[in-house]
């Protein structure tokens, strides 16, 4: 069975600055995808960035990019110029090839401060 | 485009009622995924649908049953409900095949007392 665990409940920053929220998992499997979902007071999961376990290139999405340690198996999301907008709850998901399921983290709550 | 459209929004039930929650996947998604969130606590996968039939199920008791119509719109339901049903349930489409881009609805609200 797959786990992932984020370790820092809560977390703050500045606007303007830079914030990295932690992720590690523990999977046997070689093929798999990683993701951080963003989960504001409006309840919707929304899809920050994706990473599929085979590339090696850490993924950037605009103010977004991760720090895929396959080895380590850590996956941490960098958010650069950080906005008001950002606060939210942040969650670290995984799932194998066969993408049946999403196995999520306990999340970590992002408060940008102005 | 319509995305994943959940009802109803909030709910309250009575301990050992039974409870219909539905979901309405993005236009072009064939699968939908069904999920429990705790207060505070990240999303528990309940089950998956593909083809009107259960594809996957996680580790929750036969109380918790879902459906699959064949527009691919689904039903959870649940029966003899507890305290401690009482969570956000979220519903998740995808399509199968493609690049894993599950969506998400804004979910249901269920409060059982």
């Known amino acids: 069975a797959q786990t992932v665990t984020q370790s820092q409940p809560e977390m703050s920053v500045q606007e303007a600055e830079t914030v990295t929220l932690s992720c590690t998992y523990d999977?046997?499997?070689?093929?798999?995808?990683l993701f951080w979902y963003k989960q504001p007071p409006s309840r919707q999961m929304i899809l920050v960035i994706r990473?599929?376990?085979?590339?090696?290139q850490n993924a950037t999405e605009n103010r977004f990019s991760v720090n895929f340690q396959k080895a380590a198996k850590s996956f941490s999301l960098k958010i650069s110029d950080s906005q008001l907008g950002d606060t939210a709850m942040y969650f670290c998901?995984?799932?194998?090839?066969?993408?049946?399921?999403?196995?999520f983290g306990g999340g970590t709550r992002l408060m940008v401060k102005p | 485009d319509a995305g994943v459209t959940q009802s109803p929004t909030h709910l309250i039930k009575t301990r050992g009622q039974q409870v219909t929650l539905r979901c309405s996947p993005k236009?072009?998604?064939?699968?939908v995924s069904w999920y429990q969130q705790a207060l505070g606590q990240g999303p528990q996968f309940i089950f998956q649908?593909?083809?009107?039939?259960?594809?996957q199920r996680g580790n929750f008791p036969d109380r918790f049953s879902g459906h699959q119509f064949p527009n691919y719109s689904s039903e959870l339901n649940v029966n003899a409900l507890l305290l401690g049903d009482s969570a956000l349930y979220l519903c998740?489409?995808?399509?199968?095949?493609?690049?894993?881009?599950?969506?998400f609805g804004s979910g249901t609200r269920l409060t059982v007392v």
């Open positions: 998740a489409s995808s399509q199968t095949g493609a690049d894993y881009g599950y969506t």
């Open positions: 999977t046997s499997e070689n093929n798999y995808y």
């Open positions: 990473q599929e376990a085979y590339k090696q």
């Open positions: 998901a995984f799932t194998n090839n066969a993408g049946n399921m999403l196995t």
């Open positions: 236009s072009g998604h064939d699968t």
């Open positions: 649908y593909y083809e009107e039939e259960e594809r």
